[in-house]
């Protein structure tokens, strides 16, 4: 299944992705009600076993019926998006994770992943537009990232079996300050500006990706192709990462990891031909399978 979450009015709802449609579970239960369907994504997430089923036959019964389809049946065009993953326990970020954006920034490989977090104020969804922090920073840059969410709690993981704790998959853009986030030796607070880590527009099932290391990724600004690779150039592949970091902390379902971004930021450009993000930029971020993000740069001083 494909999961989005619909904003309304600020108001969380659990959305179902059908071909250009997308099923508003609050208000269907409205008019074909069942007990104990979930209604919000951390729901399904944290118990999918028993309610990705449930929701698969509930959006089978309701969409061969006719009847107040007009209330929850919404053309894609005029969803309001939330973030993929609502109320994440954990966000985990792991840097320098492909081996091309290593080599372009001057970085050495990493022996072990690079690890860092972000904080739920980063959190926004598909076209929300995105606050440029110009008071303290005139360099943001775009990372296009694939993100795992996890579905059961991981705790001493062996590789092998680390996939099979994932619920799923989404795309973020993991915003970045970069002359905060080299200030220091921590990078901390260059990641964390509010509205830094756009997810969606849906989280895809783990079985509808299938191997995570084998999807193209590509960022896009103003339509022009910025970064374009593929996921099997990452270090530390999705499987390596869930293992390691099980071994360190527990991770629990609704916990996402950013999994690193590809070559072609602007921090890997030449120190004179570097152009940040500005106002009135639009951002796309689209990795196979899982749509397409788009967000807005907007100045927060304008």
Not at 224 to 253: A, G, K, N, W
Request: proline share 5%.
């Amino acid at each position: 299944m494909k999961l989005v979450t619909i904003n309304r009015a600020g108001e969380y709802h659990l959305g179902v992705k059908l071909s250009t449609f997308v099923v508003d579970i609050v208000e269907a239960l409205k008019v074909f009600p069942e007990e104990d369907m979930p209604t919000d994504i951390m729901t399904v997430i944290g118990h999918a076993d028993r309610y990705s089923p449930m929701l698969e036959r509930y959006i089978k019964r309701v969409t061969e019926c006719s009847e107040g389809v007009n209330t929850f049946l919404l053309d894609e065009a005029q969803v309001t998006f939330g973030p993929c993953v609502t109320h994440p326990g954990k966000i985990i970020c792991v840097g320098l994770n492909y081996r091309k954006h290593a080599e372009e920034t001057n970085a050495p490989i990493p022996q072990y992943p690079i690890l860092f977090n972000k904080f739920s104020n980063t959190l926004a969804g598909h076209q929300d537009e995105i606050p440029l922090p110009s008071r303290v920073t005139n360099q943001v840059d775009y990372e296009a990232e694939l993100v795992i969410v996890i579905g059961k709690q991981a705790k001493y993981v062996a590789k092998e079996q680390a996939l099979d704790h994932v619920f799923g998959y989404c795309n973020v853009n993991d915003l970045s300050a970069r002359d905060l986030q080299m200030r220091t030796h921590q990078w901390l607070l260059g990641k964390s500006c509010d509205k830094f880590s756009p997810l969606g527009p849906y989280l895809v099932t783990s079985d509808e990706v299938g191997d995570p290391n084998q999807l193209d990724i590509k960022c896009t600004v103003n339509g022009e192709i910025r970064q374009h690779s593929h996921t099997s150039d990452m270090i530390f592949h999705c499987d390596e990462i869930v293992s390691y970091i099980s071994q360190h902390m527990t991770l629990s379902p609704g916990d996402i990891i950013l999994t690193g971004t590809p070559e072609g930021v602007v921090l890997g450009k030449p120190v004179d031909q570097r152009v940040y993000l500005k106002d009135g930029d639009v951002v796309t971020i689209e990795i196979e399978k899982l749509g397409a993000l788009t967000n807005r740069m907007v100045d927060e001083r304008l």
